[in-house]
């Protein structure tokens, strides 16, 4: 069975032929558009490394199903740089040491800029913690990540300020 | 994953129709079939995504002050809604006590009734369990079952239900509205899960192919949104399921209690209204001692349901001290760990 469908991937819309209906959104990313900045960690929603933005909010897509997402819009890691200049939360990790192995990392990432346009937790760690629960560090850099999140989202909130001034 | 039909019907009464015939599941965000599905416990013959249809995401306040949350209503936007977590916190700190953010940005309110439990026997295909495979037996009792059952379990199944959102919605009266071939109807969401006696593998009373429209909170239950609180003790502080949880919805007048909701998850195969604790709380003065009986009475019933008995005593400590929180008053603002048993009981309150 072939499905036929759209994705606009990092704003690039693309026409997809699904061979399967089975297919996850990750799996699509991953193997069908050669995307493999998403990882595939436990594949069971557990783990927050195939976190991606979904029609603007940070979702799993190992739990999405492809075909149920027909003409939806996805950002994945591969989409938040500027050519060569890093997004603002990919320089805060490297300041913070926001990583070891970085198997978790652009999951965290995409989970961060989710969690920074959600605009929840102003300055309190403890609602940077919670709101970051979903995505699982096995290294243990929850510290630096914490750390990195609180610098993006000032760095991001000035870079706000600045365009309304 | 066993391979599916995929149909995405444009109205109710096609879904309906598409998913009355046997092996057909409905799929909403899927972030508990997907996984079901990957681990080849669920195995549905045909999907039928019910995530297109029109006007099932949206809440609305009826004229009769009632809150109607569409079925596909998405956890996080029912949290974001001002309206409803002002006139019923408890549910908005069950909601975001649960999953993580990323889980909460996709499960819908229909999908969350409707959750399979954790138990890790119902998951482990070579497992036997009476839910999955009707007539292979339980392989929780008198194996792992330190999280099972307390209340409400039979000799065939000890699982419990994981939902947090559950259990405040069946304290304040929530109402579940569903759509079939016979038409629509509700069923008050007390009665819309079924405890497991001889069969446990029918967990609602939904008939084939039925669906969730819509969730319903009547506008009286906002009375109690000034000492409303969810607390819920977990193996890891976040992103886990209860071990055991509890609400308490209080209507106070001066230091007495006029009125009192309780009710407990992680402890049966529904979320558990404590009927009991209730007439016990209201006429009177809110204190310790008070507490203390009402969570008795609440557990009245509990009985171990393998290495479990230490869950009836954390469940009375849980419903005592859910008590004592919602006496205080509700949180002027969400806490950081919502639900959290580390908070202290003091701190701002909302306007108790």
Not at chain 1, 5 to 30: F, H, Q, S, W, Y
Not at chain 2, 59 to 69: F, K, M, N, S, V
């Amino acid at each position: 069975m072939s499905l036929s469908m759209t994705l606009t991937v990092n704003g690039v819309k693309r026409a997809i032929e699904l061979d399967d209906p089975r297919t996850t959104l990750l799996d699509l990313l991953r193997e069908g558009l050669q995307l493999t900045g998403t990882k595939k960690g436990c594949d069971r929603g557990q783990c927050g490394a195939c976190t991606v933005i979904l029609q603007g909010r940070r979702i799993n897509s190992c739990l999405a199903l492809a075909i149920s997402h027909d003409g939806a819009d996805v950002v994945t890691i591969e989409g938040v740089a500027q050519g060569d200049r890093l997004h603002p939360v990919q320089e805060a990790f490297l300041a913070h040491d926001g990583l070891q192995c970085g198997f978790c990392t652009s999951g965290q990432i995409m989970s961060a800029i989710g969690l920074i346009q959600e605009g929840e937790t102003g300055d309190d760690p403890e609602r940077v913690r919670e709101g970051m629960s979903g995505n699982l560090c096995r290294c243990g850099a929850y510290r630096g990540i914490t750390e990195a999140v609180l610098q993006a989202q000032e760095v991001l909130g000035a870079a706000d300020r600045k365009e309304v001034a | 994953m066993n391979s599916f039909d995929y149909v995405r019907p444009a109205t109710v009464r096609e879904a309906v129709a598409a998913a009355t015939a046997p092996g057909a599941a409905y799929l909403a965000a899927g972030t508990n079939l997907l996984d079901l599905m990957k681990g080849g416990v669920a195995r549905p013959s045909r999907l039928v995504d019910i995530g297109r249809i029109p006007d099932l995401d949206r809440i609305e306040t009826l004229p009769d002050g009632a809150l109607r949350i569409g079925a596909l209503v998405r956890n996080a936007d029912l949290v974001r809604d001002c309206a409803f977590a002002r006139r019923f916190p408890s549910v908005a700190e069950a909601l975001l006590s649960g999953a993580s953010a990323q889980l909460r940005n996709a499960a819908t309110v229909g999908g969350n009734l409707l959750q399979r439990t954790r138990c890790p026997y119902f998951y482990d295909v070579a497992s036997a369990c009476n839910k999955r495979s009707p007539g292979s037996g339980c392989d929780a009792i008198g194996g792992e079952n330190r999280l099972h059952a307390v209340l409400g379990w039979s000799e065939a199944c000890i699982a419990t239900h994981p939902s947090d959102f559950c259990v405040p919605l069946v304290a304040l009266d929530a109402v579940v509205e569903v759509e079939g071939e016979a038409g629509r109807r509700e069923i008050p969401l007390e009665a819309f899960h079924r405890l497991p006696e001889g069969r446990p593998e029918r967990e609602s009373v939904l008939d084939p192919g039925e669906m969730i429209v819509a969730v319903r909170l009547p506008g009286e239950a906002a009375r109690f949104a000034a000492h409303s609180r969810y607390l819920k003790v977990r193996e890891r502080t976040s992103y886990a399921f209860a071990v055991v949880s509890a609400t308490a919805s209080l209507r106070m007048e001066g230091g007495r209690i006029a009125e009192a909701r309780v009710a407990l998850g992680g402890v049966a195969m529904k979320p558990w209204r404590a009927r009991e604790a209730e007439p016990i709380l209201a006429d009177a003065r809110a204190e310790a001692g008070l507490f203390r009986l009402a969570a008795e009475a609440a557990l009245s019933q509990a009985r171990p349901s393998g290495d479990n008995g230490f869950k009836i005593e954390l469940a009375r400590r849980v419903v005592e001290r859910a008590l004592a929180l919602a006496a205080a008053g509700t949180p002027a603002r969400m806490p950081a760990l919502p639900a959290s048993p580390l908070a202290s009981i003091s701190g701002d309150v909302f306007h108790g």
